[in-house]
Nanobody, 128 residues
Framework: QVQLVESGGGLVQPGGSLRLSCSVS????????IGWFRQVPGKDHEGVSC????????IYSDSVKGRFTISRDNTKNTMYLHLDNLKPEDTAVYYC?????????????????????WGHGTQVTVSS
């Protein structure tokens, strides 16, 4: 059974940075599409970024493009989301999800329902 654990959240001032981690166990990181999502109370999951290992392709949402960056360490089976120039509207619980790459679709997507496995999330609060 694949398990995901997020960490690295916290309280940061506007303009600050954080690095979130998504550690994968029970499977190999490069066997899965990894997506990062965030959620605030009363709203649906918002897709932030995803990585598809089949073509080493990364997608970012318009709201974070140029500020957030994905990286990974296969030796640690861990995906990272680097959050720079944080804004108060980035405040949310951040989740990572893993999807078994589907044959019918050749790229990852920033919608939550295709993802098969989820972590419990890590809180990011951006406030002065």
């Amino acid at each position: 059974q694949v398990q995901l654990v997020e960490s690295g959240g916290g309280l940061v001032q506007p303009g600050g940075s954080l690095r979130l981690s998504c550690s994968v166990s029970g499977g190999t990181l490069d066997s899965y599409i990894i997506g990062w999502f965030r959620q605030v109370p009363g709203k649906d999951h918002e897709g932030v970024s995803c990585f598809d290992p089949r073509e080493d392709r990364v997608i970012y949402s318009d709201s974070v493009k140029g500020r957030f960056t994905i990286s990974r360490d296969n030796t640690k089976n861990t995906m990272y989301l680097h959050l720079d120039n944080l804004k108060p509207e980035d405040t949310a619980v951040y989740y990572c999800g893993a999807e078994v790459p589907p044959q019918i679709r050749k790229m990852c997507v920033l919608i939550s329902h295709p993802y098969d496995y989820w972590g419990h999330g890590t809180q990011v609060t951006v406030s002065s």
